[in-house]
């Protein structure tokens, strides 16, 4: 009867976050009235895009629309849009449902390596970490790349490493739709398989894929008895590992070959550039100090100081309590970890799909005290910091720390202006014009902007200077029409330097422009839009 009750309580306890998640994050999408930033407009005008050619039946088209970013994605977002309509907030909420599959994924991956208690609890943590709360209410690839990856992960233990034919094929679809969703998605999956490839071939018993402690060792391998030895020899013919893995790989492969193949020189390239453009955006190098504990501060931000330390405490119990688990779960951690920093190109979301493996190791350890009045404390605790970084991260309260609780964030009611300035762009005969955006501002840049154009149906051209670069620009200056700019304003940020340049050779030229509009901004900055005469 305890253990039944112990288990009820932690299954309501991760009901409980669950719906609080669910509905606190409806609440902040529909109450938020920020604009879309750089990428999330990016991302979202790539969304509008896929959205009206299926919706005009022209399928054909879908795989030209980018050659950069693959379309699951945004793909994966039509159907709400043909149920509710195309609108921001119906975008970002696509991903509940990639939370419903990370949850989902966390429980059975620390199911099969623990218990139902260590996937509950798992499950409840992943919920809690504060950069998970914040990027399921933006329109970003990496909280869908996350789940996905955590999908293939769990798709991959239930193959029991490719033996079964069935998850073998299942993790190949998985893992094609993961490539389509963002083209690193390899590098997420293949060194988690790997490692637990290799912790399952030296731990587990190759006939019945038990756990082995001590056994029967007949090289590198393990064996539960000598009857087991005898029953894999004699299966060892018959044995499907290599095909199927195989086969799981080419299932891959057609799911993501009919977006790849016909973008694979443009995709090379890019990616080529854009792993090595660290140093042009001070990125640390991997030579130095910074370079390697770069990722562990950008852990330590994601989870929290509390998260961190209970992951901490969880990897030495497991060290001193299960080496198999030790292994399983931290060596996938640790493989990422070092070829995400040997790579030039680094960003904290970069590192999020190492969190489920965080998540589930501090679940297993609290899942595994011997004193279940102990692990039952440490649940709730776990819940109460959890219920308290989506407030914080909600309604703007708790206030503390930022180490303890992450920074307050609540919704924004706040007019910058963009349907005006788009509005003003039109009346004052912008139709087939060139406007281009010299600020690289958060919400008034090109790729914002033109996001709304898109939107709305505005017909004229929106391009960010600061991405054209000066000497197009220059080069290109008496074919503009229409400048955008912010005043006063203060050049930082990778592209800072450029955005001076820009203003100066502007400023320098301002007598062929007449002001046609000025808003007064949140931030008590002024927007400007100048028209050539």
Known sequence: ME????????????????????????YFIAWDDSPQSWD??????????????????????????????????????????????????????????????????????????????AGVISAVIISAFPALIKFQRVYMIDFALLSLTAFAILLYLRSEDFRNLKYSVLFGI?????????????????????????????????????????????????????????????????????????????????F????????????????????????????????????????????????????????AVSIYYLYKNNRYLFLGLLTPIALIYIILTLLSNKDPRYIMPVLPFVAISIGVFVSSLANRKYSTILTFIILLFGLLNISALTFGQ????????????????????I???????????GEGKIVVVLPDHPYLNGQSLNFYRLKEGYKFAIYNGVYIG?????????????????????????????EKKLYEFFYERKDNFEVVKVFDLPDNSKLYIYKRT
Request: glycine share 4%; charged share 15%; proline share 4%.
């Open 419 to 429: 349907y005006a300035l788009l509005e003003a762009i039109k009346e004052s005969g």
């Open 174 to 254: 998985v893992f094609g739709i993961a490539e389509l969703t963002k083209w690193n998605a390899f590098v997420y999956i293949i060194p988690s398989i790997f490692a637990l490839f290799l912790v399952n071939y030296f731990m587990r018993c190759p006939y019945c894929h038990q756990i082995v402690k001590n056994g029967w060792k007949v090289g590198y391998r393990r064996f539960c008895s000598k009857k087991h030895l005898k029953l894999y020899e004699k299966s060892a013919k018959t044995n499907n590992t290599m095909l199927n893995f195989a086969i799981s790989l080419f299932v891959a492969f057609l």
């Open 256 to 311: 993501a070959a009919w977006w790849y193949l016909p973008n694979l020189s443009t995709v090379i390239m890019r990616l080529t550039y854009f792993a090595n453009i660290g140093g042009k955006e001070g990125d640390p190098a991997f030579l130095t100090i910074q370079g390697w504990i770069y990722y562990a501060n950008s852990i330590l931000d994601a989870v929290g100081a509390v998260f961190l330390i209970l992951f």
């Open 470 to 498: 000066y000497e197009a620009f220059v080069h290109n200056f008496d074919k503009i029409t229409y400048i955008i700019l912010i005043d006063p304003r203060e050049h930082k940020g990778v592209y800072g330097d450029i």
């Open 3 to 26: 253990v039944k009750y112990l288990k009820d309580s932690e299954f309501l306890v991760l009901l409980l976050i669950t719906t609080f998640v669910v509905i606190t994050n409806v």
């Open 398 to 417: 708790p206030d503390i720390d930022n180490k303890i609780l992450p920074n307050p964030e609540h919704p924004k009611k706040e007019d910058w202006k």
């Open 40 to 117: 999330p407009a990016l991302h979202l005008t790539y969304s509008f895009v896929y959205f009206n050619l299926i919706k005009s039946l022209q399928f054909s088209e879908i795989v030209k629309v980018s050659n950069y970013y693959p379309p699951f994605f945004y793909l994966s977002s039509t159907p709400l849009y043909f149920l509710f309509g195309f609108s921001e907030d119906i975008a970002i909420l696509t991903n509940l449902i990639y939370y419903f599959i990370l949850i989902y994924s966390v429980f059975q991956i620390a199911k099969i390596m623990k218990d139902r208690n």
